[in-house]
Each structure stands twice: as C-alpha cells, then as structure tokens.
C-alpha cells in the first residue's frame, strides 16, 4: 500500500492551525469509529488511518520533524505489518470515544508523561421512551429502564483483585503510548500490553475480570412534561456510563417517542382536528360538538362555511414547554372538511336533482373570462 501523506489522510491544508487539525480529526474519527460501523473492515483502516495522522499532526512537536522530513514509516500502513495497529482494541476506542465527547478534555498528550492513570470520561448514552398522544399533552412519569455498566463493587473500579492493586505498565513504564523509533522520527501508537490505559493487572478482580465494571440495568423514572413533542431529546448530566480512574460519567439522553392520535395532528405549538360538516351544515351553518384536548366543547359554524376553513380555538391546544411562554398553550385549529357522500338513498338523490334545477349557475364561469 502507498505511504499516504498525512494532512490528505485528515483532509487538512498543510498551513491548517492545530485547532483545524483536532476538528478534522473529531470529524472523521466520529465518522469512522467502529461502534459507528460495527463490522466494517474499511471504516476500521479508515479509523486507524486518521488516528495515526492526528497522533503525528495533533502534536506540534512531531508535526515539525514530520514537515521537516515529510516521512513517517508505518504510518497508514494497512498490511498489518510491524507498523500496523493490531494492538487497538474496544478499550482503546472508547478511550477515544470519551475524549470525542468529553469536550474540554486535551486531545494530544499532554498528560501522557504522567504515571497516574489517564481519567476517562464514561461514555454517553441514549435510550427512547415510547408515550401515548395523551401522555404528551397532559404530561406523565415513564419508566425507563437502561442497559450500562456500573463501577464494580469488588475492586472499587480498579479491576484489580482486592488486595493488590494495578502495576505501572513495564512495556510503556505508564506513558500509555509504545514509540518505534526510526532515527529522528518516530511512530507512536496505543501501548500493545496496557491498551494504553498505563498500568496492567497482574490479579484480576473476580467479579469483573479486570474490567473495572459490570453490566447492570438501571431504572428510572422519567418526568415527561406536558406538551412534549415526538422526537424531543432531554439530556441527564452524569446518568451515562461511569467513568475510568475518577473521570466523569457520561450523560444519557433520552429520546421522546409520541404515537400519533386518530384525532388530533399536532403542528408546531399547535394542533389540529378535522371537522366533517354535511352539505347542509356547510350551507345553513350550525352548532357543532367538537373534541377538545380535555373534553368537547360547542362551535358555531358560520352559513356558507368552505370546504377547508379554519377555526381556531385560542389557548386550548398543547402547554408550550418552553418556560414563560406567552400565551402558555398553543391553539387547537378546526378543519371544516364538507362530508360528501359516496351513496345516496332514493329519498336524497331525489332532493339533489331538486336542488340542482335551483342551484343551476355556473360556478366556473370565471375561470375564462
Ligand atoms: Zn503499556
Ligand atoms: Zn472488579
């Protein structure tokens, strides 16, 4: 396979900041990550791809000996060769994955020298809860049950077996990265033996085996305001999954799902009810029940009312979520639509032929003047 250069492995401009090259690598490594593309072979030598690019871009120091010699054997490799990244592993994505999410968290290696353990923020997640057309106008608590992973209780997260405790990683003394050397230049990547996590565990806990975790379901209940739309997506800070050697717990967003009504359509603040009116109704006008969001109430129908019209019901309609909203519920819109049947009884058809030997003029005349 041809060495590739790596600012066209990022698609960045060889002048690209080093904030340009942290957003296309963000961009691409999100695009290609594996738990996006479960199975996929090429999006995972994609994802290398770029990991390595940003690993020798992302670092200033490293970008100057790369624009200094333009070279960096290994790199973009695919053959799974000496240079290949066989050692990545789920660990080692997530790994990336937080820092992805984690928003503020330094993406080069900054903290790499250090011998602590890197924190890890835990992984995000995303659940749906399917609620009723009712449920979303008036409001509801839904039980919601997710699938996570919990810190162990046996090791304290550590994955160690009680009483001993994780060593520092003798393959990359706990840096976390291995580093080939080739002279000047150098090729880094995820440490083969710690998965880049800097210590490894001679002892595994028993409960765990080593992970730190476990998988568990966690219930809650989820307070679903009144007049919540299909689609809505709510944000719990620190409810995803825990995080590694102290980092932050990731956040779970909660997606709302809303059946639609046989009645009622809902259409921004508002909703929207279809009204049939008989031929006569629509002629004389009258007074209609109609369905409210609590109940029915009475509508005048105008004589003469068109197939179509509108009548708004003010401040009947869903409660607006958004806090202070004036009015603080939208409208219910009626829609006349003039009910014409598809059968007549003798009786009727014989009152049509009556009504149109009266009602005999022509409507159309005006489209051809
Ligand atoms: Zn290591
Ligand atoms: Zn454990």
Redesign the pocket.
Known sequence: MAQRDLYNVLGVDKKASQEDIKKAYRKLARRYHPDRNPGDKQAEERFKEVSAAHDVLGDPDKRKQYDRGGMFTGVGQGGGGAGGFGGFDAGSFSDILSNLFGGGGEAGGATRGQRAPRAERGRDLEAEVSISFDQAIHGAQIPLTVPTSQRCATCHGTGAKPGTAPKV?P??Q???I?SEGQGLFSISQP?S??H???T?IEDPCPTCHGSGAVRTLKKYRVNSPAGVRDGSRVRLAGKGEPGRNSGQPGDLYVITRVTESPIFRRRGDNVEVEVPLTIPEAIRGAEVEVPTLGGRKKLRVPPGTKHGTVQRLRGEGPPRLSPGSRPPRGDIHYRFVIDVPASLSEEQSEAVDKLSEVMNGNPRARLFT
Request: proline share 0%; glycine share 28%.
């Open positions: 990683c393959r990359c706990g840096r976390g291995e440490c033996l710690c880049g996590q800097g490894v």
